[in-house]
Structure formats: structure tokens, C-alpha cells
């Protein structure tokens, strides 16, 4: 459907060979649709960090397609998936990320000035976002001054900065105590619904789950009911 922003049909991704082979994901069937926020759970090792690295274009699948927005990651080369990260593909990571000797806003910034957006463009967007997020007097710090939870807003805003069509976010919650983890989650929530922002949570916390649209569940490479 148009309005279908994640499509992965029959998706496999093989480690290894011969004895060695394993496989991470087995068969994954997956839509997601413009809009949604989705959970994605399962216990360590089933395969949810591979998922978000192969329908994100971060790593290659073995067999079957993955498409974003209609367009098929196995066709693009390196230099063509990576354009397309950059400007429609948003992350949020549990480690946050962040450049050490930047700022805030510098941090934020970044990704723009990286895909060809002019610097006061870039620093303005920035500003901006990072105001809306409760930031507006933390823009002139490096990481090391901000709090847990205000690193990961900095990291939300860098990844929404550029207006992409997806942000996968992996264990956004991992290294934040109960109320941080509950600021970003209600974060999360609110970013979804005032933006229509596509999000993908690939997560261990059933609170972070239980505030998304659905949530899939993924056992042995392959999401179960």
C-alpha cells in the first residue's frame, strides 16, 4: 500500500557458512504502516538487533526484500543505501551516541550539514527542535553536562532533525533509570503523535511496549503471535 512505510517479505539473514552457518532471521514477514509506533520484543539473542540492522539498510538480508517507502534496499549500492539513511532513515541508540566534543545543538545539527544543509539552516532547525524538546537552555552543552535522559532527548532530536520517514530506535530506555525511562517513553509517544512519526522501538521493557500501537513479538528469527 502507499501508505505502507516498511515491507519486508520472506526476509533471511545467514551468518557463516556450513557448520557454521546460523541463521538471525528465518522467513520474516513484516508491514509497517506511515504513522504507526511499533515495539519490537523478544528475548537476547532472537534476532531483534539483526532486524532493525537489515530493514534499517544498515546491513545486507541474505534472501527476500525489504522495502521502505517503495523502494527496495537490495537494489541501492553502498553509496545509494547510504544517501538514503541519511536523509529518510532516523536512529536512536541506548549508548545515545553523541559526539563528546560538540554541543547540543552541534550534535543535533550534524546529520543536516552532512546531507548539504547550510550551516545557519542547519543550526536554526536545530535550535528549534531541541527547544521543543525541553532543551532550549542545554544547547551550548557537550554530553558530559547533560543528564541521562537529556542525552537521549539530544539523540531523539538528531534523529528527527532531518524529517525522516522512519526512526528505529534499539533499547532507547537501556541505560536510563525509572523516571528518565518514563520521559522518554512518554517522549516517544508525543513525538508520534504531533509529527505522525513513524517509529520502530526494538525493546526489553514491557512499559515501553505497552505505550506503542502493537507490538510484535520475535522468537528464533521469526515473529510469533
Not at 190 to 195: E, G, I, S, T, V
Request: include cysteine; aromatic fraction near 4%; glycine fraction near 10%.
Amino acid at each position: 500500500m502507499a501508505d505502507d512505510v516498511v515491507v519486508g517479505k520472506e526476509v533471511w539473514k545467514i551468518f557463516g557458512s556450513g557448520e557454521t552457518e546460523v541463521a538471525a532471521l528465518r522467513g520474516v514477514d513484516v508491514t509497517i504502516g506511515r504513522g504507526e509506533m511499533v515495539a519490537i520484543v523478544g528475548p537476547s539473542g532472537c534476532g531483534k538487533t539483526t532486524f532493525l540492522n537489515c530493514f534499517s539498510g544498515l546491513d545486507d538480508i541474505t534472501r527476500g526484500s525489504v522495502h521502505l517507502e517503495g523502494a527496495d534496499l537490495a537494489a541501492m549500492d553502498d553509496r545509494k543505501r547510504s544517501d538514503y539513511r541519511a536523509r529518510r532513515v532516523g536512529f536512536v541508540f541506548q549508548s545515545y551516541n553523541l559526539l563528546p566534543i560538540l554541543t547540543a545543538e552541534e550534535n543535533v545539527a550534524l546529520p543536516l550539514l552532512i546531507t548539504g544543509v547550510g550551516g545557519d539552516e542547519a543550526r536554526e532547525r536545530s535550535r528549534q527542535l531541541l527547544t521543543e524538546l525541553g532543551l532550549g537552555e542545554r544547547l551550548t552543552r557537550r554530553p558530559s553536562e547533560l543528564s541521562g535522559g537529556q542525552q537521549q532527548r539530544v539523540s531523539l532530536a538528531r534523529a528527527l532533525v532531518g524529517k525522516p520517514a522512519i526512526v528505529w530506535a534499539d533499547e532507547p530506555t537501556g541505560n536510563l533509570d525509572e523516571k528518565g525511562t518514563r520521559q522518554v517513553t512518554e517522549l516517544l509517544r508525543q513525538l508520534n503523535r504531533d509529527y505522525h512519526q513513524t517509529i520502530v522501538v526494538v525493546t526489553h521493557d514491557p512499559t515501553v511496549a505497552a505505550s506503542c500501537d502493537r507490538t510484535l513479538r520475535m522468537e528464533d528469527g521469526r515473529f510469533v503471535a
